[in-house]
């Protein structure tokens, strides 16, 4: 059954920590895993995309890992700031076109 | 690149009324755009897939009759909540697949209040 699960569900954390969020697959075939970040009341924007091959993907303080051999991808966030408070979600596309696989997401939230 | 917009953000509307919603690719062609719905707290759901120019898969569950969809064009798709009821209450999202590309892009969503 191709599913997407992610932990924790919810993580609080300080200002200027850094934190780990992360996500595990049994999608097959696998093309792609997305990592989303959604405001509340706005829709995802995309922060990171990894195919099979790559192992790491950063954009800003916001680093991806895959392990593809293993499913699992993590999402680290670095020095987090107020506005990293969000839900980030792991999406798994699959090769069978048209098809992807939503994580239930982690809700972040940083304090000052 | 690769803007998705929808129109209205916020609706409130009477129940018994129908509501329609606009998903628009801004800079693309969007041979596919797909609709959600996502109740607060919760993840997305996935309501239906609509293809250009052909009928929209519906999710199981999803009343094909109350949520009418059209793709007329690769850059507008529509959803059309019909005799909505509050329980239709949520948030409706949109996200468009650039041809030939393996990933989707979101608009802002749209939040449907029925009174």
């Known amino acids: 059954k191709n599913q997407v699960e992610q932990s924790p569900q919810s993580l609080i954390i300080l200002e200027g920590k850094n934190c780990t969020l992360q996500c595990n697959y049994t999608v097959s075939p696998f093309s792609n895993l997305r990592w989303y970040k959604q405001d509340t009341g706005r829709g995802p924007v995309s922060l990171t995309i990894m195919t099979f091959s790559e192992n790491t993907k950063s954009n800003g303080r916001y680093t991806a890992t895959l392990d593809a051999d293993t499913k699992q991808s993590s999402l680290h966030i670095t020095a987090s700031q107020l506005s990293d408070s969000a839900s980030y979600i792991c999406v798994v596309g699959s090769d069978n076109f048209n098809k992807f696989y939503f994580g239930s997401g982690t809700k972040l939230n940083v304090k000052p | 690149g690769a803007v998705v917009s929808q129109h209205p953000s916020r609706v409130i509307c009477k129940s018994g009324t129908s509501v329609k919603i606009e998903c628009r690719s801004l800079d693309f062609q969007a041979t596919t755009m797909f609709w959600y719905r996502q109740f607060p707290k919760k993840s997305l759901m996935l309501m239906a897939t609509?293809?250009?120019?052909?009928?929209?898969?519906?999710e199981q569950g999803v009343e094909k009759d109350k949520f009418l969809i059209n793709h007329a064009s690769l850059t507008l798709s529509t959803l059309t909540v019909t005799s909505a009821h509050p329980e239709d209450s949520s948030f409706y999202i949109c996200?468009?697949?650039?041809?030939?590309?393996?990933?989707?892009?979101f608009g802002p969503g749209t939040r449907l209040t029925v009174l």
């Open positions: 996200s468009a697949r650039l041809a030939g590309v393996d990933t989707q892009y």
């Open positions: 609509s293809n250009e120019g052909s009928k929209a898969t519906y």
